[in-house]
């Protein structure tokens, strides 16, 4: 059960963080449901094994009906700037899968994350991005495991960097990391 947290949902980047299990994915869906705009989902995974098409269809089943899902395992930019418009709100769910893709198709991670965030950085419509935290564990064993968890970690640096609002949730519960309007508060 999500505790009920009075955020309304702003023009411009809200950035989810949190671990595997945490809550953060129901969390990011209830910002983007709570704005009144047409919800949009950006789904970056894809079903490799039949784990994943498990994990996939819990999350379908959770959102229900009123959701456009937008598939967009590789091209994220692209489906940004399509379903940015008036009216909608969109979530990406989420930004550690679609590294993870980059990974696979030997892309280069370090400019897809520069032009997602030249992409994301001046939205006029609110886009909620989903991440995992992934630099709280233990150092991976493996190479691919660390530059795995070294991507994420920069890219999530980068998307917080933009974000005017970022949150962490961590047993189901959402904190607040930042908010430029309190933010400019203090300024």
């Not at 709570?34 to 094994?49: I, K, R």
Request: glycine share 10%; proline share 3%.
């Amino acid at each position: 059960m999500q505790p009920e947290v009075k955020q309304q949902l702003q023009a411009g980047v809200t950035l989810v963080l949190g671990g595997a299990r945490s809550g953060k994915s129901a969390f990011a869906e209830g910002l983007v449901l709570g704005s009144g705009l047409q919800p949009v989902y950006l789904a970056t995974g894809q079903a490799w094994d039949t784990e994943m098409e498990s994990r996939i269809s819990l999350h379908q089943q959770r959102r229900g009906g009123n959701w456009k899902t937008i598939e967009a395992p590789l091209k994220l930019c692209d489906a940004v700037l399509a379903n940015a418009t008036s009216g909608n709100a969109l979530l990406l769910d989420c930004l550690t899968l679609w590294i993870t893709n980059l990974m696979m198709a030997e892309a280069d991670i370090t400019m897809e994350v520069e032009r997602l965030a030249a992409t994301i950085g001046g939205l006029q419509s609110p886009l909620v991005v989903v991440s995992n935290e992934t630099g709280l564990g233990i150092v991976p064993d493996n190479a691919m495991a660390r530059a795995f968890r070294d991507h994420a970690g920069l890219a999530n640096q980068k998307i917080a960097a933009i974000a005017r609002t970022v949150w962490f949730v961590a047993a189901g519960l959402p904190m607040l990391f930042k908010n430029d309007e309190t933010n400019q508060d203090r300024k």
